[in-house]
Structure formats: C-alpha cells, structure tokens
C-alpha cells in the first residue's frame, strides 16, 4: 500500500527529530523543570496520530449506477478520489437489461436496507423517496445543508426530495424530464414546425409518411416496464387528466381524460404511425430499442431523455438532422409537459460513514462537479445557474429552455406505494394497447385496483 510506504518513511524520521531534539538546549533547560515529560507526550502523541493518519485505509463509498452509465461517470469519480484522501468512491456498474435498471435497483435497495451493513451512499430515482422515508431507510439531511445553498437548486427537483413533514432526504444529482426528439431536416424540409398538440403529431407523421417514404412517425416506450408509466403520465397531463394526487389519494384512471389519453396510443398503432409488427413493435420497446430504431432514420419522432442527444449526434445519418424540445404535446384547453425522472444521492440510516458520504454527496453536486458530469453525460443540471452555464450551453444549445420545463415537470405520484400503483397501471394499460381490454374496461380495472391499494374503497 503507497499509504504504509509514506508512513514507513516518516516514522524513522519523526523518531530522529525527537532524539535531536531532546540534545537540544531548550529540552536541557526544560527537563529539570519537568516538563519535557508533557512535551514529550505530545509529541509522540502528534506523530502517532500522523502516522495512523497517512497508514490508515481510506473509507471506501459504494456508488451503484446503470452499467451503460459506467464510462460518463470516471472523470467525476475520479477528481474526487484524487482530491480526498481518506475517502474513495468506488463505482458498481448494476445491469441495465431491457431497461430494468430502475426496477432492479430498488428491489436491491429493499434487500439491502435490512442489513447492518447497507451501502452508505443511496443513488435514488425520484420516485422511491416516499417509501424510503416512510420505512425508515434514510438519514435526514435537513441540518447538512443552509436555505441558500438549497435556493442554488432547481425547486422542482429539490421537493422530491421531502418527506411528508417538509425533512429533506435526498439531494438531487441530476434532473430529468421527458424529451420529443425530431427529423429537423426533414421538417424544414416540408416547411413543418414540430407538433405542439397530438393531432399535430398525428397530421405531420402521415404526411411525411406519405411525401418523404420515411417509415414510422412516431417511437415511443411502450414495454410493461417503468418507462411505460413515465411515458404515459406525459399523455394523460396533455389530455387534461391525473393518475393519483398524492395528498388525497384521488384516483383519475377511469376519467375520460385518462381514457382519451390510451386512445390516443392505441391510435399511433392502428393509424401505422408507430411500429407495431412481431418484436419490432412499440410494445416491446425500452428507452434502447426506441432510440435504436430511431438510429436507422426510419422515424420521424422519439420520445426519450436528455443523454439521448449525445447518442443521437454519434450517430453519422442523424448528426445535425434532429431537433430536440421538451415533452409538451397536449390537447386545446390542457397543458402538456415531461415526466420528471431526476435522480439523487441519499445517505442510508444504518451508514457506518455518514459524514463521509456527506462529502461525497457535497461534492459531486458542487458547480465544478455538475459541470463536468453534464459536459460528459447530456444529463440536466440540478444547479439553476448551469443552465446559463457558457461552457455547457456551447454543447447543448437546447438547455437554455428547459430550466423552466424542469420547474413545469409532470411528476409521478410521489406516495410510499408508488411501486405498486405503478405495476397496476403498466399491467393494465399492456392489456388495453394489446387490444385484449378495451381503454374503458383496462382503465376502470386499473382504478379499481388502485383505490383497493390506496384503501380508498
């Protein structure tokens, strides 16, 4: 270990500083006085807490994060290792498979908060903090952080973080909202602007269809997984309709906006707008598969993330040929706006090293550490001032605009049993785009279940 390597070097020297000093002059005159026997204390004292301080193995902090993620997140990890000795982040690469990550981490989460010794640093999705906090797996981090600091964050981003009582148990580390991703070329092109409402998609997709050859209007994720309900809450805000309001429990699945709204999908797919043949169909896409089809220049519209545009702009037929905005289709009379899917670093409960996972997350949320994880990801600041950022705008020109979308975000139902509601609702919403209920009878069923899971009879 190059700790033991300095520290073996040091001692012999601390130890030959103190057989010259007690030659001295000074520790003559003092040691007939007694009191070199305190000096001397100390000073072995100093050099022992030198010496365990330079030997002593760093505090190792686990950070899991998607496999794919791995590559974007070296540089920062790196700068802090480098910059605090006695503390190391070590990265856990979890597998992303089908777009599973979310899923797949919490249940790890759920395992892993029983034991004595759970990870200290919580790489948290927006939608798990209810359920953390109410089972007790977080530390409150209310008193680790002041009102102005707090006030550098997006609000939007930072109330997720809260527990019922205003506690704060998260901080976020980067946002997220849903993205419409389009053909710039070929819209210029047909003297097309991007579609503001749903009959706009639907118009322009077949007219391009028709006019340019270009196979697919319109990709989206439409998987019995996660994405599905983030998806969907993006339609059903553009309708006008509601899935849970978190502070009375009211269920809006069986509404005529939630209704209008899984038309509106099953309409992409009976109308030939979105793919809907054997494995290629929307119904088995993940985030990859859409963002591959789109890839293949077969499509006019993506619906994805932000850390989309760098994959999209690596791609040679699409470099400089697509647009991006945020998620904001609705009907006249409603407004439509993107799913808010940030994520954030808590400190669990049980941690072993609190304060170091308080560096750690103080770190990697400072302006210097956002920035460079932006630069590297694509992913959207949590910090209001980076989004006028010089640096980061000159790369992603786009995110001028989208602080306000972020403060505008549509949001999941921030409730402990969001888990379960949101399996209830990607269950029946795949029976109703697989045509084996009707959009009545799979959206009364999912509210039915719902109300039974919320206890609201």
Request: hydrophobic residues 40%.
């Amino acid at each position: 270990m190059r700790n033991s390597r300095i520290g073996n070097h040091l001692l012999p020297k601390l130890q030959e500083f103190l057989q010259q000093f007690a030659e001295t002059r000074i520790f003559k005159l003092l040691a007939g006085r007694r009191i070199w026997i305190w000096i001397l204390l100390a000073l072995s004292q100093i050099s022992f807490l030198v010496f365990l301080s330079i030997t002593w193995p760093p505090v190792i902090l686990k950070l899991r994060v998607s496999e794919v993620d791995i590559p974007y997140w070296s540089s920062s990890i790196a700068n802090f290792n480098k910059n605090h000795r006695g503390i190391k982040i070590r990265l856990i690469p979890e597998a992303n498979t089908r777009g599973n990550f979310t899923e797949d981490l919490q249940r790890f989460y759920d395992i892993k908060f029983r034991d004595e010794d759970p990870d200290d640093l919580i790489y948290m999705d927006i939608i798990w903090v209810r359920k953390f906090t109410k089972k007790g797996w977080l530390l409150n981090l209310s008193d680790k952080i002041s009102p102005a600091d707090l006030a550098e964050f997006s609000q939007a981003d930072i109330n997720t973080g809260l527990a019922p009582g205003g506690q704060l148990y998260r901080i976020p580390l980067r946002s997220d909202i849903g993205m419409f991703y389009y053909r710039k070329d070929l819209l210029d092109q047909a003297r097309y602007k991007p579609p503001e409402t749903f009959e706009q998609l639907i118009k322009i997709s077949k007219a391009l269809q028709h006019n340019t050859g270009v196979k697919w209007g319109y990709l989206w994720q439409g998987r019995e997984y996660e994405g599905l309900s983030a998806m969907f809450v993006e339609v059903l805000q553009g309708h006008g309709g509601f899935w849970i309001q978190p502070d009375t429990l009211k269920v809006g699945l069986d509404r005529p906006e939630a209704i209008a709204a899984v038309k509106f999908l099953l309409r992409t797919i009976d109308e030939n707008i979105s793919p809907h043949k054997g494995r290629d169909s929307v119904l088995f896409y993940s985030e990859q598969e859409s963002l591959d089809a789109f890839a293949k220049g077969d499509a006019l519209f993506l619906r994805g993330w932000p850390d989309m545009w760098n994959k999209v702009n690596a791609i040679p037929l699409l470099r400089g040929n697509v647009g991006v905005q945020p998620m904001r289709m609705h009907v006249p009379g409603s407004k439509g706006g993107g799913c808010n899917g940030s994520w954030g670093l808590g400190i669990a409960k049980k941690s072993k090293h609190p304060q170091a996972a308080w560096e750690a997350i103080k770190y990697l949320t400072s302006p210097e550490a956002q920035r460079q994880l932006i630069l590297d990801t694509g992913f959207l600041p949590i910090r209001k001032s980076l989004f006028e950022d010089g640096s980061i705008l000159k790369k992603y020109p786009y995110f001028k605009e989208l602080a306000k979308a972020v403060e505008a975000s549509v949001l999941r139902p921030a409730i402990p049993q969001y888990g379960e509601a949101s399996e209830i609702l990607q269950r029946y919403l795949h029976l109703a785009l697989r045509k084996q209920l009707s959009p009545k009878e799979a959206m009364a069923e999912a509210a039915i279940e719902t109300r039974q899971l919320l206890g609201r009879h």
